[in-house]
């Protein structure tokens, strides 16, 4: 059974850091680790940042360039998402996705609703 794990996520105050991880495992055929995203209430999903499925490059929205960092344990099959100096716009549900196929950094972020591998989320909450 093919499952993508969130952990990580919690309250902090603004300023604060958080180190999400994704596990993935159940996988029997190639699969590639695609990002994160994040969902806020009233929102649409959004992709915060992404990682090249061949050569590891990185894509990062706007907003959480310079603070946050995508990396990938391929050996563990785990990627992570450190984020600090964290704001309370930064208040979401943070998802981790993978795919069948490999995708560029910046297209597994913008083109997230074919991707076929989902977890099921880790709340983060910033407040003072």
């Known amino acids: 059974q093919v499952q993508l794990v969130e952990s990580g996520g919690g309250s902090v105050q603004p300023g604060g850091s958080l180190r999400l991880s994704c596990a993935a495992s159940g996988f029997t055929s190639d699969y590639y680790v695609i990002g994160w995203f994040r969902q806020s209430p009233g929102k649409e999903r959004e992709g915060v940042s992404c990682?090249?499925?061949?050569?590891?490059?990185?894509w990062y929205l706007d907003s959480v360039k310079g603070r946050f960092a995508i990396s990938r344990d391929n050996h563990n099959n785990v990627m992570y998402l450190q984020m600090n100096n964290l704001k309370p716009e930064d208040t979401a549900v943070y998802y981790c996705a993978a795919d069948s196929i490999p995708r560029s950094a910046w297209s597994g972020c913008f083109n997230y609703q074919g991707l076929d591998f989902w977890g099921e989320g880790t709340l983060v909450t910033v407040s003072s």
């Open positions: 990682i090249d499925s061949n050569d590891g490059s990185t």
